[in-house]
Every structure is written in structure tokens, then in C-alpha cells.
Antibody
Framework: QLQLQESGPGLVKPSETLSVTCTVS???????????WGWIRQPPGKGLEWIGT???????YYNPSLTSRLTISVDTSKNQFSLRLSSVTAADTAVYYC???????????WGQGTLVTVSS | EIVLTQSPGTLSLSPGERATLSCRAS???????LAWYQQKPGQAPRLVIY???NRATGIPDRFSGSGSGTDFTLTISRLEPEDFAVYYC???????????FGQGTKLEIK
């Protein structure tokens, strides 16, 4: 059974960089050409926002509203992919989810999410 | 960017009743790229329907999806207590390539 697990700092100061890593178990991140890996976030009490998606080769595409601050990377040797968001503000406070993106552009496996709070 | 608008915002029904949730897109969406998710408090979203009408693994057959173009519907034929949750629709668009979610419909017990 495929499992995804996010790990993050919990608390980040304004203007600093937020980093979250997703560890995939129960399957290889590079085992199938059909799957991409994505990040989605959810501010407390609000809806879902797609952040970006990466292929195991390193190919990425990002939400245009976050592109200037965002880097998503993959480490196939560790079966992980990561998110870095720079110059954070309180508006970046959210639960950050990692997920697997299936063939027809749906997200079928999700991590449990990690809450990242931006505050001084 | 395609905007998805879900209605109603909140739907109050009783177990055993039929639920009809709507997702309307600001421009035409490929049915192949339209999905629905269920989210319960404190949990990650769970895929319910993909490609507009295909049930995800483990989803009971009381859930069904339909629609095309700009109008899509998630129907739950006979509500069970575990179905009360927030439901989101999601689409993938190619210009620019990005995913968007609707704002959600909260299905609550009446």
C-alpha cells in the first residue's frame, strides 16, 4: 500500500523560507511513467490550493501565483520530493499535503498533511 | 485560469436522502480531467470520482458522477452517516497547465 508522509518545521518566521519534505513508502517514486507527485495546501478553515507538481525526472510545473517563490525538487535515491517556498507571510500558513497524481490528473494518494504556521 | 464554482455552499440532508452537488466551470473542462474529493475534519481529502464519472477504488456505488463541458454533478443516492463531509471538485486545465479546486460544498446532517 502506497503511503506518503510529510515532514516540516511547524513554525516559520515571516520573510524566511518554508521547507517541507514528502517521503513515499510502499512504492518507488520513479517506478511508473504514469505518475507525477504534487503539493496541495489548505489554509485553516479554507479550501484547497494546488501548489505544484513534479515528475521523477525533475520536470516541474507550478501554480503561476507562486512561481516566483517556489521550488519543488525530487530525490529518487531517498524516495522523497520536497517543497521550498521563500519569503513567506502569514498568508502561507496552511496544512501542506503531498499527493500522487494519477494518469487523468487526479490525486489518488495523499499524505496526512503537516501544519506550517508563519509567525514571528 | 478556469474557476470552479460549487453549489450549494452547504447542503443539509438526512440519512437515506439523495444528495446532488454541483460544480460549474468558468469555461469548458475536459471530462477526463474532472475529479471529486471527500474531506472529513482533520483528514486529508479522499478521491471519490475521477474522469467525471469513474468511482475511485473502494468508493461505494451510491456515489456517482456525471456532466460535461461546464456543468458537473456528484450524486449520493442514499446518504449514509459517514457521507457527511465537505466535497471538492477539481480540474486540470492546459492554458496555463494547472489544477484548480472548487470552494467546496459542506454536506451536513439535518
Amino acid at each position: 500500500q502506497l503511503q506518503l508522509q510529510e515532514s516540516g518545521p511547524g513554525l516559520v518566521k515571516p520573510s524566511e523560507t518554508l521547507s517541507v519534505t514528502c517521503t513515499v513508502s510502499g512504492g518507488s517514486i520513479s517506478s511508473s511513467s504514469s505518475y507525477y507527485w504534487g503539493w496541495i495546501r489548505q489554509p485553516p478553515g479554507k479550501g484547497l490550493e494546488w501548489i505544484g507538481t513534479i515528475y521523477y525526472s525533475g520536470s516541474t510545473y507550478y501554480n503561476p501565483s507562486l512561481t516566483s517563490r517556489l521550488t519543488i525538487s525530487v530525490d529518487t535515491s531517498k524516495n522523497q520530493f520536497s517543497l521550498r517556498l521563500s519569503s513567506v507571510t502569514a498568508a502561507d500558513t496552511a496544512v501542506y499535503y503531498c499527493a500522487r497524481r494519477g494518469v487523468t490528473r487526479y490525486f489518488d494518494y495523499w499524505g496526512q498533511g503537516t501544519l506550517v504556521t508563519v509567525s514571528s | 485560469e478556469i474557476v470552479l464554482t460549487q453549489s450549494p455552499g452547504t447542503l443539509s440532508l438526512s440519512p437515506g436522502e439523495r444528495a446532488t452537488l454541483s460544480c460549474r466551470a468558468s469555461q469548458s473542462v475536459s471530462s477526463t480531467y474532472l475529479a471529486w474529493y471527500q474531506q472529513k475534519p482533520g483528514q486529508a481529502p479522499r478521491l471519490v470520482i475521477y474522469s467525471a464519472s469513474n468511482r475511485a477504488t473502494g468508493i461505494p456505488d451510491r456515489f456517482s458522477g456525471s456532466g460535461s463541458g461546464t456543468d458537473f454533478t456528484l450524486t449520493i443516492s442514499r446518504l449514509e452517516p459517514e457521507d457527511f463531509a465537505v466535497y471538492y471538485c477539481q480540474q486540470f486545465g492546459t492554458s496555463p497547465p494547472m489544477y484548480t479546486f472548487g470552494q467546496g460544498t459542506k454536506l451536513e446532517i439535518k
